[in-house]
């Protein structure tokens, strides 16, 4: 947790203040998302769709859901948002309202085309909308996350 004294102590560089901290894992990038399998994929991608909505719940709105914010440790399937540069105070609305739109292209960027085919229709029709359009609610793309997270596992 951030303390008041940690506060006073920020680092400053070029006028812009800001706190480094370490976590575990190594950034959720490129050759990494071939390598986690689907169940895992699907999972870590409820994870960072958790955390997007932990955010705006709290009224802030990062300006990307890129990859590179987060961490993964493979050996805990623990994904961390480790990149908060360029967040905003906006209010709940309006940072739910940005997440859901950052959704599309982290989902289209970390899943292959046809990864959710197999897992019955229902959940195909919702896992293709999510890939193509913002939701209109981020607890209800968790669900339709982990249940393909789930599925996916069930059908290895």
Request: glycine share 8%; no cysteine; hydrophobic share 55%.
């Amino acid at each position: 947790p951030i303390t008041q004294a940690t506060l006073e102590t920020l680092r400053v560089e070029e006028g812009i203040p800001y706190v480094a901290m370490s976590a575990p894992g190594t950034p959720l990038v490129g050759a990494r998302l071939d390598a986690l399998g689907l169940p895992t994929l699907f999972a870590t991608l409820a994870d960072a769709t958790r955390i997007l909505r932990a955010l705006a719940l709290a009224g802030v709105a990062l300006p990307d859901a890129a990859t590179a914010r987060f961490l993964f440790d493979e050996r805990t399937a623990i994904l961390t948002l480790a990149d908060f540069d360029g967040a905003q105070p906006v209010g709940v609305d309006a940072a739910a309202h940005t997440h859901a739109n950052h959704l599309p292209a982290l989902i289209t960027l970390m899943v292959p085309a046809g990864a959710a085919v197999g897992l019955g229709t229902e959940l195909e029709r919702r896992m293709a909308r999510l890939s193509s359009e913002a939701p209109t609610d981020l607890a209800a793309a968790v669900t339709t996350l982990g249940r393909a997270a789930l599925l996916a596992a069930a059908l290895r």
